[in-house]
């Protein structure tokens, strides 16, 4: 394993795009300026209780109309369903995320053949439970990475952040749920990860475990991490 970062860019708060070929993708810092979303999610926004969750919302919202925009597509709303799953028009495939202060979307473009998307953004100075660990690691990985059930260190807190990407990348193809444990991360690089999914994420079995690689970009408090899938099977699979 290693500990080589790549670095964000910290001037500006922006994120890179993980899949440029079939993705458009946008990334800004959250302020309580005024965003330029559809009236329908405006009254969305309203619903949160605290005025960084509406802002949060606001901000990434208006990542995916700044890309509704670029993709030529128009200002539909992207409401969302009593799960907060985003409700995406146009049959999209997208994802959003914020933390550390940045709000971040990004959608399949219309000649890709993506079918899942998902990202994620933590902020690795944020204080979270001390017993996550036993909550989201399997026994094998409590084993692997040396973690104490106790404790809450900088793996954990990446290893979250990998496996809520997975969660957003397949659960919307087909609704299949699935827990932290039911993947394990095997690997995490400078700028990828290797990870393995324990159940499968469509209906029906799977004979064994799904090895596969996704994104990870790192500063010294913020971890970006990024999957998606397409039709040729799930991204980069790994070779056995």
Partial sequence: MTNQKTRLNEDNGLLPN??????????????????????????????????????????GRDCIHLLFK??????????????????????????????????????GKPDSRVLGLGIDIEDLSRDIRTDITRHVLTPWEIRHWK???????????KIFSIKETIYKCFYPINHCSMGFKDAEILE???????????????????????????KIYQSDHTVFTALKYDSKGIASVKAD
């Fill in 70 to 107: 670029e993709l030529g597509f128009p200002n539909l709303p992207v409401l969302f369903n009593k799960h907060r799953e985003p409700l995406w028009p146009f049959n999209s495939v997208g994802s959003i995320s914020h933390g550390a202060a940045i709000a971040a979307a990004i959608l």
């Fill in 188 to 214: 995490i690089g400078p700028n990828d990860f290797f990870a393995r999914l324990l159940k499968s994420p469509f209906k029906g079995y799977i004979t064994r475990p799904l090895e596969f690689k996704g």
């Fill in 18 to 59: 993980p899949f440029p070929e079939e993705c458009v993708f946008f990334s800004q810092q959250i302020t309580n300026k005024a965003y330029h979303i559809h009236p329908m999610e405006e009254a969305l926004s309203y619903k949160f209780s605290s005025e960084k969750r509406k802002f949060e919302f606001l901000a």
């Fill in 147 to 157: 973690e104490d059930k106790g404790q809450t260190s900088e793996i954990t807190r």
